[in-house]
């Protein structure tokens, strides 16, 4: 595998250590029960799901020989 796509894995790695860390803040700060708590959370966890397949795009698209 080639080094290509190595910005667009960072970006993807930042987010989710931002949405991790707001989800910190906002439970530490008692905002549990705000609705950008609930946004926050179903992104983080959208995300989660999400990276195991843009994951995979993005290996094809490193390996890609066309």
Same mark, same amino acid.
Do not use: C, H, P
């Given at each position: 595998? #080639?080094?290509?796509?190595? =910005?667009? %894995?960072? @970006?993807? *790695? ?6 991790? !860390? ?7 700060? #008692?905002?549990?029960?705000? =609705?950008? %708590?609930? @946004?926050? *959370? ?6 989660? !799901? ?17």
């Amino acid at each position: 595998m #080639n080094d290509n796509m190595k =910005t667009t %894995r960072g @970006l993807l *790695d930042g987010q989710e250590r931002v949405l991790s !860390a707001v989800i910190q803040w906002l439970d530490y700060n #008692n905002y549990s029960d705000e =609705t950008i %708590r609930d @946004l926050v *959370d179903q992104i983080l966890n959208q995300s989660k !799901a999400t990276k195991y397949l843009a994951g995979k795009e993005l290996d094809a698209a490193e390996n890609f020989e066309g």
